[in-house]
């Protein structure tokens, strides 16, 4: 990866919008993609609004926005991924979806662009299974809001070859980010610890002794950065929905993981957090 490369991002939803602004800022060619118009100017917008935040910290100057942004073209045909050298897919966490996405993309790319998948929880290796050249694509797992979190996990399948792992964690490093490498079982590292954190979190809900609020306040005070309400709040409860159903059923169905339907039920009713404007903690 040198200045001329073109980083392909599918889906500018909050971490599509967010991996793009990452890229640009490190220097990087960006095609943003999302096949819905009104996504791509919400983030265009978003990503203008964070980088006037960092130049009010005094981080970056008004030119190093400028430049950023001008290094960012928006589209909506997945035909201008032709020229990028290597893709990173933040659209829905449904497998098929995925799947279908990277099988398209194949037909649209040059044999040695590298796809990456920013799935929280679902398998590298199904998301894989139909492609052409299975051993191009790896997970590469940013965290909320990937303009902050440090953390990326970057996933191999049992058919990725070492010099694949070694570029995009290169990548990573490029762009100030600390990557771990994970093999790619249920949720990884991150998510798996997750999974009860959130389930203990909703169980307290559940029996009615305290608030979301209270339980939130109770986990910052003890030293957690965000309570876990204000998280699926800010991750947004269909994608911490669907992570928690994909490791459960990963993991043979085991009660630990087992999803509550306090969190289905707010997906139902679309209080999906930050993205809605409605959730456990919102609004305000
Ligand atoms: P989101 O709902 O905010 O955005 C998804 C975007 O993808 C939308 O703008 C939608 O229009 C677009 N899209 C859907 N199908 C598309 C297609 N076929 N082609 C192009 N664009 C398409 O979702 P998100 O929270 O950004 O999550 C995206 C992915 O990242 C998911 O796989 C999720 O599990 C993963 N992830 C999410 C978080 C989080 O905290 N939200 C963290 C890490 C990983």
Redesign the pocket.
């Known amino acids: 990866m040198n200045d001329g490369t073109v980083i392909g991002v599918?889906?500018?939803?909050?971490?599509?919008r967010g991996i793009a602004q990452i890229m640009a800022t490190g220097g990087y060619r960006v095609v943003l993609?999302?096949?819905?118009e009104v996504?791509l100017e919400t983030a265009l917008q978003a990503i203008a609004t964070t980088l006037d935040k960092a130049i009010a910290r005094n981080l970056m100057t008004p030119e190093d926005k400028t430049a950023a942004l001008a290094r960012i073209t928006p589209e909506l045909a997945?035909e201008s991924l032709a020229s990028a050298d290597l893709v990173i897919e933040?659209?829905?966490?449904q497998l098929e979806?995925?799947a279908g996405?990277f099988a398209r993309l194949e037909t649209i790319c040059r044999n040695n662009t590298l796809f990456c998948t920013?799935?929280?929880?679902l398998s590298v290796t199904k998301i894989a299974a139909g492609l052409v050249h299975k051993s191009r694509l790896v997970g590469m797992?940013?965290?909320?809001p990937p303009h902050i979190m440090k953390l990326v996990e970057v996933i191999e399948t049992p058919e990725t070859p070492e010099d694949v792992i070694t570029t995009v964690m290169q990548l990573a490093r490029k762009i100030g980010k600390q990557p771990i490498r994970a093999k790619d079982r249920p949720g990884f590292v991150v998510n798996r610890c997750a999974r009860p954190y959130y389930g203990e979190a909703l169980c307290i809900l559940e029996e009615g002794n305290f608030t979301a609020a209270q339980i939130d306040t109770a986990l910052r005070s003890a030293g957690y950065r965000l309570g876990p309400f204000e998280l699926i709040d800010?991750?947004?409860a269909?994608?911490n929905y669907?992570?928690t159903l994909s490791v459960w059923e990963a993991l043979e169905r085991h009660p630990r993981y087992q999803p509550f339907d306090r969190l289905k039920q707010q997906v139902e009713a679309g209080k999906l957090g930050q993205?809605s404007g409605e959730g456990f903690t919102l609004p305000k």
């Not at 933040?90 to 966490?93: L, N, P, S």
């Not at 920013?118 to 929880?121: C, I, L, P, V, Y």
């Open positions: 599918i889906g500018a939803g909050a971490m599509g993609v999302d096949t819905n996504a997945l933040a659209i829905v966490e979806v995925k996405l920013n799935t929280s929880s797992h940013f965290f909320n800010l991750v947004g269909d994608i669907a992570a993205k």
